[in-house]
């Protein structure tokens, strides 16, 4: 190799760099590797003239550029294949990397010496420049070994400037790339030559890539990161390890600049030395944050050992955290410098002109690298990168953001709803300096910089609702700053948006903003009291009027639904619009009305829901009307709490419009029921549920002005409920909705159950419409709608504990404690709701022939039960279907259990039963019952049957025999194993004794319940709306 690179460089060069070496080494192995040839030896006579000058002639002649290209070429192959080519001696010894550092120091010279002014193209730079590709890969190697060695900081030293050297000449080949001028040689030469340009620089980003990946990228002097430039500091130099490397971002730029203008057979090669540069700046940052952490840790415990221990008020010294922020404070201080370089290379790399190639890495760079040396212009560039036009940046910037999976939501804010990066960038900086930096509150603009409302439709979106997210965060919650101006400009740039876009038509990235606006609008609304303050106010560009319109004419059925939640909560503060001066004055409903025009917008909104029942209608204005009436009709429902009289002489003229008005889109919203749009539908059932949903434990007292068109609503919503649970027409999408509507209607109307009106004119009355719902409740048990969807019992059980429950304390006059063996219609018709409920279901419900109705009644009472337990933990034990179920227990636990053991039970009626088996036992554990004569009874029930064992495991015949004696059904008719349609066998149900036979060992008999319940599987109570409501 070295004979090789002497013939390239010529006689002359090859002594001065071997003069060079041989004055950096000492030992006589050394010396005699460095005059290594190809072991020829030439005997010249001194004495002889010719001789000499023959020599002299020989060894300073240089080869030509063919043969220089063959020989660089063999050089590359040599160092390819022989890995172990350096390794002539013990690596433990100092100058044992003298062959690495002759070809080093050899192969440097053949690049600069071929390379020269109009060769750039030519055969043997392209060879020259593959070997030094390969020469770095064996140096990097060596250099990492000898980073894990002592004693050797000489070696490091001369391979460190090898490597610094051959930086300098991958930097010097790109460097004309990156400034734009790389491609004009290229266009007026031949297409060898271009492909030949192409190899080298292709070769030159192999050099950057190998050096950013090793150990070379943690020097000290930061040769990798300015172009291959070392720079040399003095041994009591008071800078930091961090700025001492991260000196200079000449490479950066350099490689963004070739990422931008490169051609597009070589782009990839140039993203990709990005990439690995990215990745030995990252690695710097964290080795250096480790270094800082370790010495505050050594610090900390040195100066701590005093300090007690433990303390009683880890909140009472806040000096401590002051400490810390001072801390964060200076070193921030520290790498200000880099990030104010880094930043604007990459908001220029960022522009929608750079190609894709140059965003994405801007991106990246900002999520892995700028994130943590300035937090708060990473969040501003990568709010603006949300909204790229390639799929793959803006989804980068928005996971970043932790925004990629909650945008469009409704805002739940649960712990698994953040990701973890989310949450770190939450933590580092607080919403009063992103909203001074993204939105633009600083009176200094920088240019090529730009804020929201430059910002793209998409882009607008996500940055919504980040800013939402930082606003709920807990720095912006519990933090020492005020935040209430920010909250104030957040809330005027939504409505500013909302403002641009009133009276045009949108396409589908603007509705989509529109959505998100009108979400974190509603979370801020129903959030601040200084916010539904500023809408009411006359001086903003978008106010309480421009909302209620748009709640009717947005095309966008998520805004119109967001929108009338905050004209809810607008009508429902009635402080709002009261004057200064009466703010002790007694609330004015007349005068509230007049103000907020809740009467005007729920007369606009009886109009247009009249208008969906004839020949043309506008959807998207009925559904509208449906969510603004519901939120108009419960805001002055709750308002008018003492429930106006139908008789009083003193009411207003206005508010018996208003009650009129109501009392007609309630009538309008039942109608609706039936509608066949399936979305007017289902807006209308979700609007019945807005209107008459409450916020104590008690339904408040239904107002006589809206007995007659809630009883033609409770009508329509019964013959809904047949219908879409019919044969013919099932639809479980449809009954999930209704059923919901149908338990807010029946707990609603609890005050009027015995109400009948003393006009012919009226069809229905209040009172028997409330039966019929109820028992078209208990038959979607079993019907159609649920043998395609069997969760709808869960639904069932939901609204029945709802109506049973409206009123936890009210005296009832037909209260019974005895009840008949045999269901009687007419008796459970009389009963109270809680009594009807539990009636109805253990005398004719579980007791069904039909199999479909047996498994569909176990959630039910699971549900019962459920609900029961949660009022009991909350103290509530004096409610009236609390005492009736703790009264019941025995009843529960034994359908439970007779349930479980039904052949024909699926796998939801199963884990029903077992759930609801750990409720009893929970319910009455909370009631003061130690549960003992329940655990008894379970583990009886487990263990002992008149077969002399457990029915759980009773063999075929005797299986049998009892379901011959419960069915009436044939004794020799023929039996498979397999037990109904569940598929489980008798044998396989001896899980559950196995169970009791456990807890008993354990001498825990409470045990079973906690194995009961790991015993269910099914997907019902992982869904979000039960995991709280049966799995504690």
């Not at 991260?246 to 993203?271: D, H, Q, W, Y």
């Not at 001074?436 to 929201?452: N, Q, W, Y």
């Not at 509208?624 to 008789?647: E, I, K, Q, Y």
Request: proline share 2%.
């Amino acid at each position: 190799a070295q004979s090789l690179l002497t013939l390239v460089i010529g006689g002359v060069a090859s002594i001065s760099v071997t003069n060079r070496l041989m004055s950096q080494y000492k030992l006589e192995r050394s010396v005699d590797t460095l005059k290594l040839g190809l072991s020829v030896s030439y005997h010249v006579d001194n004495t002889m003239e010719t001789h000499q000058k023959a020599l002299l002639s020989c060894c300073r002649k240089k080869v030509d550029e063919f043969t220089s290209a063959k020989a660089l070429k063999f050089v590359a192959k040599m160092l390819e294949e022989n890995p172990k080519l350096f390794h002539l001696c013990d690596l433990q010894i100092d100058e044992s990397d003298v062959a690495a550092v002759s070809i080093g120091s050899l192969t440097l010279s053949a690049f600069g010496d071929l390379r020269q002014p109009g060769s750039s193209g030519s055969a043997a730079v392209e060879s020259v420049a593959s070997l030094l590709n390969a020469l770095c890969l064996r140096l990097t190697m060596f250099y990492d070994a000898r980073m894990k060695q002592s004693g050797v900081e000489t070696s490091r030293a001369r391979i460190r400037q090898i490597l610094a050297k051959s930086m300098v000449q991958a930097s010097a080949v790109l460097a004309p790339m990156s400034s734009g001028h790389g491609g004009s040689s290229t266009l007026g030469s031949s297409a060898k030559t271009a492909n030949t340009q192409l190899d080298i620089r292709d070769h030159c980003y192999g050099v950057v890539c190998t050096l950013a990946r090793s150990t070379f990228c943690l020097d000290e002097r930061g040769a990798l990161y300015d172009c291959g430039n070392s720079r040399s500091f003095p041994e009591n130099t008071n800078q930091t390890h961090f700025n001492r490397t991260l000196k200079s971002i000449s490479t950066a730029s350099m490689l963004f600049g070739c990422v931008a203008n490169e051609v597009e057979m070589l782009r990839p090669r140039a993203t990709s030395a990005l990439d690995a540069l990215l990745s030995a700046y990252v690695r710097v940052v964290t080795s250096t944050s480790e270094n800082a952490r370790r010495i505050d840790d050594g610090k900390s415990n040195t100066k701590t050992e005093s300090i007690p221990t433990t303390s009683t008020n880890p909140w009472a010294d806040i000096r401590i955290n002051d400490a810390v922020v001072d801390k964060k404070n200076d070193n921030t201080k520290e790498i200000d410098g880099l990030s104010r370089s880094l930043a604007p290379l990459l908001w220029t790399s960022s522009r929608r002109s750079q190609p894709k190639s140059s965003r994405l890495a801007a991106v990246r760079w900002s999520n892995e690298l700028l994130i943590h040396l300035d937090a708060k212009n990473a969040i501003h560039l990568l709010c603006f990168l949300s909204g790229d036009d390639d799929a793959t940046v803006s989804m980068i910037a928005k996971k970043a953001l932790g925004v990629e999976s909650s945008l469009g939501d409704d805002v739940t804010f649960n712990e698994t709803e953040w990701s973890n990066s989310s949450e770190a960038i939450l933590s580092s900086v607080t919403f009063t300096e992103l909203m001074e930096t993204i939105v633009g509150r600083e009176a200094e603009v920088i240019p090529g910089r730009p804020k929201f409302a430059e910002f793209v439709v998409p882009a607008k979106a996500a940055t919504c609702r980040f800013m939402l997210q930082s606003l709920f965060s807990e720095g912006s919650f519990y933090g020492q700053e005020s935040c209430a101006s920010a909250v104030d400009d957040y809330v005027m740039a939504i409505l500013g948006t909302f403002a641009d876009y009133q009276g045009r038509s949108l396409s589908r990235e603007e509705s989509d903003l529109l959505d998100e606006c009108s979400i974190c609008l509603e979370s801020c609304v129903s959030t601040f009291r200084e916010t539904r303050v500023a809408l009411t106010s006359s001086e903003i560009c978008y106010g309480f009027n421009d909302i209620a319109g748009q709640a009717v004419l947005s095309i966008s059925s998520k805004t119109r639904r967001h929108l009338s939640r905050i004209m809810g909560c607008l009508y429902e503060d009635h402080c709002l619009w009261n004057d200064a001066s009466d703010l002790s004055e007694k609330f004015s409903i007349s005068q509230w009305l007049e103000k907020s025009g809740l009467i005007k917008n729920a007369e606009m909104c009886r109009e247009i829901l009249e208008k969906a029942f004839e020949s043309s209608f506008v959807a998207c204005e009925v559904h509208g009307a449906a969510f603004l009436g519901s939120s108009c009709l419960r805001a002055f429902r709750l308002g008018d709490a003492n429930g106006t009289a139908v008789d009083s002489h003193n009411v207003s003229p206005t508010i018996t419009k208003c009650w009129s008005v109501c009392s007609r889109i309630v009538n309008l919203l039942g109608k609706g029921l039936m509608h066949a749009d399936e979305v007017i539908g289902n807006a209308c059932a979700q609007g019945l549920v807005i209107s008459f949903s409450y916020d104590g434990h008690d339904a408040p007292i239904l107002n006589p002005f809206l007995y007659e068109g809630f009883a033609l609503a409770l009508n329509e919503l019964n013959s809904a409920l047949k219908k879409f649970n019919s044969i013919d027409h099932a639809d479980p999408t449809r009954a999930s909705t209704l059923i919901r509507a149908a338990g807010v209607l029946l707990a609603a109307s609890t005050s009027g159950a015995g109400s009948r009106s003393n006009t012919e004119d009226v069809s229905v009355d209040l009172g028997p419409a409330r039966l019929q719902c109820t028992e078209a409740l208990f038959s979607i048990l079993g019907g159609a709608a649920y043998r395609k969807d069997e969760e709808l019992s869960l639904a069932v059980g939901e609204a029945l504990a709802a109506y049973a429950d409206a009123f936890g304390n009210a005296k009832w006059s037909n209260e019974s404690e005895i009840w008949p063996d045999d269901y009687d219609e007419v008796f459970a018709f009389d009963l109270p709701p809680h009594q009807h409920v539990l009636y109805t279901l253990f005398q004719r419900e579980v007791t069904h022939t039909n199999p479909l109705k047996r498994n569909a009644s176990a959630a039910v009472l699971l549900a019962l039960v459920a609900h029961a337990s949660r009022q009991a933990n909350l103290g509530r034990m004096d409610r009236a279907m609390v005492k009736q179920v703790s009264k019941n227990i025995n009843l529960f636990q034994n359908s439970f259990i007779k349930l479980l053991s039904d052949p024909k039970s699926k796998q939801l009626s199963r884990e029903s039963c077992c759930r609801g088996l750990a409720a009893c036992r929970g319910l009455a554990h909370t009631l003061g019952d130690d549960g003992g004569i329940l655990n008894e009874r379970l583990l009886k029930a487990f263990g002992q049957t008149t077969y002399g064992g457990s029915a759980m495991i009773e063999t075929e015949s005797q299986a049998r025999e009892r379901r011959n004696e419960r069915d009436g059904a044939d004794a020799d008719f023929p039996e498979t194993e397999i037990g109904g349609a569940a598929g489980i066998t008798e044998s396989a149900l001896g899980a559950f004794r196995e169970m009791a036979a456990a807890a008993i060992s354990l001498g825990r008999p409470d045990t079973v319940y906690s194995l009961l319940i790991l015993s269910t599987s099914h997907s019902a109570w992982l869904a979000p709306r039960n995991r709280d409501k049966y799995n504690e």
